[in-house]
């Protein structure tokens, strides 16, 4: 894209100006500004789904998104000016390997790795016990 108004059919380009530039995309993936790693917006709504659900049962109280150029993570927090309690991290560099979504704790312990975000996310779901009376 430019700053540059379209050009009519037929009319010529100014001067100085080239009309065909080629990037090689290994290139570009090696540039020294890659883009940052993000949570794509289905990602997200799978994350705001258990997000909602533990905030409504009075687990979590806050978070924070960060995208970086290795990884995306979003942190799960009790009270703001904690360590999160959670991270949900997205890192491309594991997805042949290990998958590229994990869950880790406060600890740094990976509690969950997977290829699929839904898969990973199940490690928030509560297992109902038998009670007897």
Do not use: C
Request: glycine share 6%; proline share 5%; hydrophobic share 35%.
């Amino acid at each position: 894209m430019t700053d540059q108004p379209d050009l009519m059919r037929g009319e010529p380009r100014h001067q100085g100006q080239t009309t065909d530039v080629v990037v090689d995309l290994h290139e570009y993936k090696k540039a020294k500004n890659p883009p940052p790693v993000t949570f794509q917006r289905r990602e997200l709504d799978q994350i705001f789904k258990v997000y909602g659900r533990m905030v409504g049962e009075g687990e979590w109280r806050d978070y924070a998104i960060d995208h970086t150029k290795e990884r995306a993570v979003f942190a799960v927090f009790k009270r703001a000016g904690e360590v999160p309690l959670y991270r949900i991290e997205k890192n491309p560099r594991l997805t042949h390997k290990q998958g590229a979504y994990s869950v880790v704790n406060a600890s740094g312990i990976v509690l969950k790795r997977g290829h699929e975000l839904a898969q990973v996310l199940k490690v928030f779901d509560k297992v109902l016990k038998l009670v007897q009376t």
